[in-house]
C-alpha cells in the first residue's frame, strides 16, 4: 500500500448521519493534512494536524491521529448533502528526515450523502 | 483575500504543442508547488520552487517539462511536444514555506488529442 492510503473507497450514508474515513501511512510524518475535492474541481484544504496531537477539531470535522498505529481519522458529523465529495489525506516525509514539503497523496475515499 | 488562481482553467493541445500552465500563489506565499492527477487517483508531486529556485523537481519527468517561478509574475509549468499521456489535472499550491499547510488552485485540465 502507498503512503497516504484512504480507507474505504468509497461510502454512502445518509443526510444527517457521521461519515468516518481513515488514513494510513508508512513513514514518520511532521503534519498529516485532509483535503476534499468536489467532482472536477480543486482541493479545498480542511485540516492539518501535526504529529504530536492527538485530536483535532473544526466545526464539524474531528481528526485523529494515532502515530504508533501510523493512521489518521475524519469524522465527519450530521453530514449534509453537500458533503458529497471526494476526501484526501496527504502525509509529507518530514519526520523520517525527508522533506515536509513533498505530500503524499492517497487515491481518496468518495463520500456520497443522499439527501 | 484571492487564493491560489491557475490559468487556463481547460487547455486543448494537440499532440506535439506545447502547454503551458500558470500559476499566482496565495497572497504573502512564496513557496509554489505542483502536483498532476490523474483519473481516478491521487495526486503526484511534480516539482516545489521558491522566487527564481528550483528546490526539489524529483517528481518531474526529466524530457519535455520545466518549470519556474520568475521574481515577478507567476509560475509556469511548461510542457514541450505534449503527448496523449500528458493530459491530466495539473494543481499548483503555495504555501508558507516548511511544514505549513498547502493551499490549492482550482486545477488547469489539459486534454491532449
Same mark, same amino acid.
Given at each position: ?11 454512502? !450514508? ?8 481513515? +488514513?494510513?501511512?508508512?513513514?514518520? #510524518? ?7 475535492q468536489n467532482s472536477g474541481r480543486g482541493?479545498?484544504?480542511? #485540516?492539518?494536524? *501535526?504529529?504530536?496531537?492527538?485530536? &483535532?477539531?473544526?466545526?464539524? $470535522? ?6 504508533? &498505529? &501510523?493512521?489518521?481519522?475524519?469524522? !465527519? ?29 492517497? /487515491? ?8 | ?6 490559468? @487556463? ?13 500558470? +500559476?499566482? @500563489?496565495? /497572497? ?10 490523474? @483519473? ?10 521558491? &522566487? =527564481?529556485? !528550483? !528546490?526539489? =523537481?524529483?517528481?518531474?519527468? /526529466? =524530457? ?5 517561478? @520568475?521574481? =515577478?509574475?507567476?509560475?509556469? $509549468? ?5 503527448? *496523449?499521456?500528458?493530459?491530466?489535472a ?16 482550482p486545477g488547469?485540465r489539459?486534454?491532449?488529442?
Amino acid at each position: 500500500s502507498q503512503q497516504g492510503e484512504e480507507d474505504p473507497q468509497a461510502l454512502s !450514508i445518509q443526510e444527517g448521519e457521521n461519515a468516518t474515513m481513515n +488514513c494510513s501511512y508508512k513513514t514518520s #510524518i511532521n503534519n498529516l493534512q485532509w483535503y476534499r475535492q468536489n467532482s472536477g474541481r480543486g482541493l479545498v484544504h480542511l #485540516i492539518l494536524i *501535526r504529529s504530536n496531537e492527538r485530536e &483535532k477539531h473544526s466545526g464539524r $470535522l474531528r481528526v485523529t491521529l494515532d502515530t504508533s &498505529k &501510523k493512521s489518521s481519522s475524519l469524522l !465527519i458529523t450530521a453530514s449534509r448533502a453537500a458533503d458529497t465529495a471526494s476526501y484526501f489525506c496527504a502525509t509529507d516525509a518530514g519526520g523520517s528526515g525527508g522533506s515536509n514539503y513533498k505530500l503524499t497523496f492517497g /487515491k481518496g475515499t468518495l463520500l456520497t450523502v443522499n439527501p | 483575500n484571492a487564493g491560489v488562481m491557475q490559468n @487556463p482553467r481547460h487547455l486543448v493541445r494537440r499532440r506535439g504543442q506545447e502547454a503551458r500552465l500558470r +500559476c499566482s @500563489p496565495m /497572497k504573502g506565499h512564496s513557496h509554489v508547488y505542483w502536483y498532476r492527477q490523474l @483519473p481516478e487517483e491521487g495526486l503526484k508531486f511534480m516539482v516545489y520552487l521558491q &522566487k =527564481e529556485n !528550483i !528546490i526539489d =523537481e524529483s517528481g518531474m519527468p /526529466k =524530457e519535455r517539462f520545466s518549470a519556474e517561478f @520568475p521574481k =515577478e509574475g507567476p509560475s509556469i $509549468l511548461r510542457i514541450q511536444q505534449v503527448v *496523449r499521456g500528458d493530459s491530466a489535472a495539473y494543481f499548483c499550491a503555495s504555501s508558507s514555506g516548511g511544514p505549513r499547510a498547502q493551499y490549492f488552485g482550482p486545477g488547469t485540465r489539459l486534454l491532449v488529442l
